[in-house]
C-alpha cells in the first residue's frame, strides 16, 4: 500500500510541474486586471489617473529593473487638462520593457541574503534520530532565470518575488550509534544530501506568503552522513556500514502561510505544507505566533527587504518569541522505510510500523540588528515509528543581507 502511495504521488509531483506552463510570457499587448510587458525604445501614455506618476517613482526607488519590472531613463511630464476638468499626465517611458500599473504587479525584490542553519541533538545532551543537519541557502535575483525556476508554483496576485538555492546535509542515526550490530526496532542509520531551487511569493497587501522547492540529491553512503560522523565523533559509529542504501532524492514541496491574527507586538499566521517524491510524502497544518518587537512578517522575508525599511512601523532592532506547532500526516519516509527504487537497505522500518500521524512543536527566540538575525529553536518531535522515542533538537540560524 505504501509503494502504491508513493508512486501515485510521484506521479502528482510531475503533473504539478507541467501545470506550471501557463506562467509563460504573455503576449506583447495590454489588458485590464494582469501584468504584461512590451519590448520598446521609447512610448508615450496618456493616463487618467493622477497617482500613476508617484506610484512609478517609488516603485524605481525600491526594485531594480528585471525583465517586466519598469525602469525609468528619461520621463518627459506635461499635465493636459480636458473638457471634463480631469487631469492627464503624458509622459515618455525610455527602456527594454515597461509595465503598465494594472490590479497585478509582481517584482522581483534585489537584496540579497545568506543563511546557515544548524541543528544538532547535542545542545540535549542526546545523540539519535534526528542527530545533525546543516543547511546553506542563498537568495538572490539572478536565480530567476535558472530553467528549473519555470517548475514552480506560480503566482496570480500581486507580490515580492525572491529565488534562491540551498544545500542540506542531514543525519539520522538509532539510540546508540557506536555499536556494530543492528538494532532492531530501533531507527536505521541514513543520511541525505541534496541542492534546492526554491522561489517564495510574498503578496503584502493580502499578508500571504506562498513557497515552492525542488530537491535533487541521494540519500545512502554517497550522502557522506557517516563520514562526517566519524570526523566530529571521537569514539567511532561502526553501524552506519548498516544505513539505508544509495537512492536518488527527487523531492517537490510547497508551503502556504496567511495571516491570521496581527498587531503591533503579536502576530498568528496559519500554516499549510506538504511534499512529494522519493524522500518524503507527507502533509501538515500548523500556527506561528510572534510576541515581541518585530516588523510586519508579511513586509518581506527579512529585516533588510527595501520594501519592509520604507515602512512607517519598520524597526532597526527587533527582539521576539515565537511559538510554532504542526501536525503532519506520514505517507513515505525513506529516512526509515528506505529509497523508493532501490529496496537493497539491509535494514528498514516495515510500513505497517510507521507512525502516520506526526506532532511537531518548537519555541524559540530571535534577535535582529540592521542586517543580521539570530534565531535559536527548541524543536520537539513525537515518535515517527511504533518502537520510537520523543525526539528534541536545537536549530539555530543567523542570516545576514546584503
Known amino acids: 500500500m505504501g509503494k502504491k502511495l508513493t508512486y501515485l504521488l510521484i506521479l502528482l509531483s510531475i503533473f504539478l510541474s507541467y501545470c506550471t506552463s501557463f506562467e509563460k510570457e504573455k503576449e506583447n499587448t495590454f489588458s485590464s486586471g494582469s501584468l504584461k510587458k512590451m519590448p520598446v525604445k521609447s512610448i508615450k501614455i496618456n493616463y487618467s489617473d493622477k497617482e500613476i506618476l508617484p506610484e512609478i517613482i517609488e516603485r524605481q526607488s525600491n526594485f531594480r529593473p528585471i525583465e517586466n519590472i519598469i525602469s525609468i531613463k528619461s520621463i518627459n511630464i506635461t499635465k493636459v487638462e480636458t473638457e471634463k476638468h480631469k487631469l492627464n499626465y503624458n509622459f515618455t517611458l525610455n527602456y527594454r520593457f515597461i509595465d503598465v500599473p494594472f490590479d497585478n ?100 497587501s493580502k499578508k500571504f506568503r506562498q513557497t515552492s522547492e525542488l530537491n535533487i540529491g541521494i540519500i545512502g553512503s554517497n550522502a557522506l552522513g557517516g563520514f562526517v560522523q566519524q570526523t566530529i565523533h571521537d569514539i567511532e559509529p561502526h553501524g552506519w556500514k548498516h544505513q539505508i542504501s544509495n537512492d536518488i532524492v527527487l523531492n517537490y514541496s510547497v508551503k502556504f502561510e496567511k495571516s491570521l491574527l496581527s498587531s503591533k507586538n503579536i502576530e498568528v499566521n496559519g500554516i499549510l505544507d506538504g511534499s512529494v517524491g522519493t524522500l518524503y510524502n507527507k502533509a501538515g497544518l500548523g500556527f506561528l505566533t510572534r510576541i515581541g518587537k518585530f516588523n510586519p512578517y508579511f513586509n518581506g522575508i527579512s529585516y533588510c527587504d527595501e520594501y519592509s525599511r520604507k515602512k512607517d512601523n519598520f524597526r532597526k532592532i527587533r527582539y521576539y518569541f515565537f511559538v510554532r506547532v504542526q ?19 539491509i535494514y528498514t522500518i516495515d510500513n505497517k510500523n510507521i507512525n502516520r500521524t506526526v506532532f511537531k512543536g518548537s519555541a524559540g527566540i530571535v534577535f535582529s540588528l540592521s542586517r543580521f538575525s539570530l534565531e535559536v529553536e527548541q524543536v520537539f518531535l513525537s515518535p515517527e515509528f511504533d518502537t520510537g522515542l520523543f525526539h528534541k533538537w536545537l536549530h539555530i540560524n543567523t542570516r545576514f543581507c546584503f
Open 105 to 204: 504587479k509582481i517584482f522581483t525584490c534585489q537584496n540579497k541574503y545568506f543563511s546557515i542553519n544548524f541543528d544538532n541533538d547535542i545542545f540535549n545532551n542526546t545523540d539519535l534520530y534526528y542527530t545533525n543537519g546543516i543547511n546553506f541557502e542563498f537568495i538572490n535575483q539572478i536565480f530567476e532565470h535558472s530553467p528549473l525556476m519555470k517548475l514552480m508554483l506560480p503566482y496570480r496576485g500581486s507580490s515580492i518575488n525572491y529565488y534562491g538555492i540551498s544545500l542540506v546535509q542531514n543525519m539520522y542515526t538509532p539510540t546508540n550509534p557506536d555499536i556494530e550490530y543492528i538494532l532492531i526496532g530501533d531507527r536505521p542509520f541514513s543520511a541525505y544530501l541534496y541542492i534546492g531551487h526554491f522561489k517564495i511569493d510574498n503578496d503584502v
Open 327 to 345: 501536525s503532519y500526516l506520514i505517507g513515505y519516509d525513506a529516512t526509515l522505510q528506505g529509497g523508493v527504487f532501490n529496496r537493497s537497505s
